[in-house]
């Protein structure tokens, strides 16, 4: 089953709306996080780490006041894609590393977003 | 930073036959190394990785192999299912952030079974 929970799988909305995006470790603790985001037929693109307790790391070109991160417990980050405009549409996917350290990471089941 | 080159893009194979995907990374303090399968709308799962210490590793018909003075790596698939067909992705994890690391993913290769 999924130890990785994504929240929710698909959005719909207008030019404009901020959306937020929940990631949830399940049954064990994260204290990192990742967000990544993969445009149709194409690989998946990491935008961000999201760090328990501190400010998340954005990786070049991610615009941190556009895709606003939260990592605010050790089972639970979120990500706002704030105004957003339909070049945000894309599938927004979160995982985290089990067992923490450098163990395997796992993903959520992603967020189909899709601006009109 | 990491960049991992992933090829080829397709690939077609009749079932039963063996399919080879090849990556390249750049960072060679890159020290894990995994590979996923990703059907249409749905999450990445893990099928194998491999660490640096470690030349090849195998998972019944899924095998990984690792060189790191070529830095490369490839992903072995024997005597391939119909419902082996998906997008596969090999990613690197780079050096700096070894604990609980980030991925850099290649561009995937979408492997298609024919019956």
């Known amino acids: 089953g999924a130890v990785v929970s994504q929240h929710p799988s698909r959005v719909i909305c207008k030019s404009g709306t901020s959306v937020k995006i929940e990631c949830r470790s399940l049954?064990?603790?994260?204290?990192?996080m990742f967000w990544y985001r993969q445009f149709p037929k194409q690989s998946l693109m990491l935008m961000a780490t999201?760090?328990?307790?501190?400010?998340?790391?954005?990786e070049q070109g991610v615009e941190k006041d556009k895709f606003l991160i939260n990592h605010a417990s050790l089972t639970l980050s979120t990500l706002t894609v704030t105004s957003a405009h339909p070049e945000d549409s894309s599938f927004y996917i979160c995982?985290?590393?089990?067992?923490?350290?450098?163990?395997?990471?796992?993903f959520g089941d992603g967020t189909r977003l899709s601006i009109l | 930073g990491e960049n991992v080159e992933q090829h080829p893009s397709t690939l077609s194979v009749q079932e039963g036959d063996s399919a080879v995907i090849k990556c390249t990374y750049s960072?060679?303090?890159?020290?894990?190394f995994p590979w996923y399968k990703q059907e249409l709308g749905k999450r990445p799962q893990l099928i194998i990785d491999?660490?640096?210490?470690?030349g090849e590793k195998k998972d019944q018909r899924i095998a990984v192999t690792l060189n790191k003075t070529a830095k490369h790596f490839s992903l072995h698939i024997t005597e391939t299912q119909p419902e082996d067909s998906a997008v596969y992705f090999c990613?690197?994890?780079?050096?700096?952030?070894?604990?609980?690391?980030?991925?850099?993913f290649g561009q995937g290769t979408e492997l298609s079974v024919k019956p």
């Open positions: 995982s985290a590393p089990i067992g923490g350290g450098d163990q395997p990471q796992h």
């Open positions: 049954d064990f603790q994260a204290t990192t």
């Open positions: 999201s760090n328990e307790g501190s400010k998340a790391t954005y």
């Open positions: 960072d060679s303090a890159s020290n894990y």
């Open positions: 491999i660490r640096s210490n470690v």
């Open positions: 990613a690197a994890s780079p050096s700096i952030y070894n604990q609980g690391g980030k991925l850099i």
